[in-house]
């Protein structure tokens, strides 16, 4: 038990929430620590089960059931409990390097596979683990990771995204000289250009990345391997090569009248609007983006969401959110029992603030688009939206989603943001450093390794695992470096 069963008596509570009036204002941050007393009292509800499923980080039916960092979370749990915050710092820092970004944006693959979940709100792990770093680095306590010893090798990683950072953290910390190349103006991969500012404050990234700099790791930005410097020259410089550069490729939709104008990829789009909000110190927001204009975001995932959030904060007019599977459950189906991740219906940040300004929930399922509609001069006036229906694939058991013809509807828009997922790596930079990748474009490696094709090239994050998430790519960052330095050295301390 972490103390007093705190399980037994105090029910779960998160820290405040800016109301949706007051935090689509601007573009801040708008989840508050809870006062101190109040988040041991959280930490109490640990039950220091057993088996804690939470730091498991197995995979169950295709889903990853508690955390892929295995963060020992009943023991930080416990010493939050007690007060320790030192203490439960170092503990989190032996598995995860960078608690910063996962406690604003992780899903908390932790909390769906709590054992308090099972009959009551699981414990607030995702907040406790804010507590612990945002303490951590007021306090001072955050080392910068400068090595005592250089071991005279280089690692070049592609790629300043969280499967990147961590890598050359990592390598970093052993002695290796270490160089990051980032084809965008600013690091950060989609924690800063694709992940928006209220939910991931960008100052976050730079307190990290000054103390990485500081330790000595260097990055090149506005360098694009494979364009600006060919992979041939990066072999020669450096020991070992780690591609981190992303599921890049973003799925589009071909309908006809997809060249109007007004349509753009989601990522493209919250990449721009961040690139202005940073560039101008937060001063301007790029309204004319959006202001007065009827959105229409396609896909229903969190991509979507930060589209449907963004928007509000630039004066949309209205925004549709078109989702082609079926509305999921309120509650778990006997066919996805815990510890499984949750298939439920979930109401994000964004559809709630879409709820309050536009009075109902911007989803659309079962629905997609046939044919985008232009004006005389080419702009985008119009969607033509048709329904689908499900049908079970005889062979594969898989769910098909079929088109109802005749349950064409248009309705009006101008702006389109395609938020469709992501098809994989891009094929310059696999082409120049001649690694194999999969059917999906994924880089291929051994099962449960990050050496490439190619002697000396590893790889990382959603460019070898396919778009996922952030604890992933900080996970498959840190074990990628682990192999790196095992073949630098013949054996690793990492
Ligand atoms: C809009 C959006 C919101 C998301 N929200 C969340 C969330 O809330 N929580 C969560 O857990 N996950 C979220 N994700 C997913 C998460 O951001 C990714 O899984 C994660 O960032 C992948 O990390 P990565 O390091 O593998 O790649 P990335 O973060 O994509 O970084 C790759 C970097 O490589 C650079 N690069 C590519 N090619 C080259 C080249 N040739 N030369 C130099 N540099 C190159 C890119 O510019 C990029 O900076 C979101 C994704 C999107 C698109």
């Known amino acids: 038990m972490s103390t007093k069963a705190g399980y037994l008596k105090y029910d779960r509570v998160d820290g405040t929430v800016l109301k949706e009036e007051e935090r689509t204002k601007d ?35 295709g889903m990853a059931s508690g955390c892929p960092l295995h963060n020992l979370v009943p023991e930080i749990n416990t010493l939050v409990a007690h007060g320790r915050l030192e203490e439960a710092f170092r503990r989190l820092s032996m598995t995860h390097s960078f608690p910063e970004f996962t406690c604003r944006v992780c899903p908390a693959l932790c909390e769906a596979a709590c054992t308090c979940g099972v009959h009551d709100a699981p414990v607030a792990t995702k907040e406790n683990e804010k507590e612990v770093i945002e303490y951590a680095f007021e306090h001072g306590l955050v080392p910068d990771g400068k090595p005592k010893v250089r071991t005279g090798k280089k690692v070049a990683v592609i790629g300043s995204g969280p499967s990147g950072l961590a890598a050359a953290n990592l390598l970093n910390r052993r002695g290796h000289e270490v160089t990051v190349y980032e084809r965008k103006d600013r690091v950060g991969g989609l924690l800063r250009y694709g992940i928006p500012n209220m939910k991931l404050d960008k100052s976050v990234i730079d307190r990290r990345v ?241 050496l490439t094709t190619r002697k000396g090239v590893y790889t990382a994050g959603d460019m070898h695992r396919g778009q996922s998430l952030v604890v992933w790519a900080i996970a498959e960052g840190q074990r990628a470096a682990r192999e790196v330095d095992e073949d630098l050295m013949g054996y690793s301390n990492l």
């Open 27 to 61: 573009f801040q941050e708008f989840h508050l620590r809870l006062p101190f007393q109040q988040r041991r009292e959280q930490a109490e509800r640990c039950m220091n089960c057993g088996v804690p499923f939470c730091q498991n980080g197995t995979m169950i039916a």
């Open 210 to 450: 000054g103390l990485m700099e500081e330790a000595g790791i260097r990055f090149l930005t506005g360098v694009d391997v494979g364009r600006d410097v060919p992979a041939s020259a990066l072999m020669e410089q450096y020991d070992s090569v780690i591609l981190a550069c992303g599921a890049s490729n973003p799925r589009d939709i071909q309908v006809p009248g997809r060249d109007a104008e007004g349509i753009f990829f989601a990522v493209d789009f919250l990449g721009m609007v961040t690139k202005k909000l940073l560039d101008t110190d937060f001063a301007e927001y790029p309204k004319s983006l959006v202001e007065g204009k009827d959105v229409l975001v396609i896909g229903g995932g969190d991509t979507g969401n930060d589209c449907v959030g963004t928007c509000i904060r630039l004066g949309a007019k209205s925004v549709r959110q078109l989702e082609m599977m079926p509305q999921p459950p309120v509650d778990r189906l006997p066919s996805n029992p815990w510890p499984e991740w949750p298939r439920v219906l979930k109401v994000d940040y964004g559809q709630e603030e879409a709820i309050w300004k536009y009075g109902s929930d911007p989803r659309i399922y079962q629905t997609t688009v046939k044919e985008f509609v232009k004006d005389k001069k080419g702009h985008l006036k119009e969607a033509v939206l048709i329904s689908l229906r499900s049908e079970k694939d005889e062979k594969s058991g898989r769910l098909r989603m079929i088109p109802v013809e005749g349950s064409e509807k248009k309705v009006k828009t101008s702006l389109v943001l395609i938020a469709a997922g992501f098809l994989g790596s891009e094929q310059y930079v696999t082409e120049s450093f001649s690694v194999s990748t999969d059917a999906r474009t994924n880089v291929k490696t051994e099962p449960g390794k990050y």
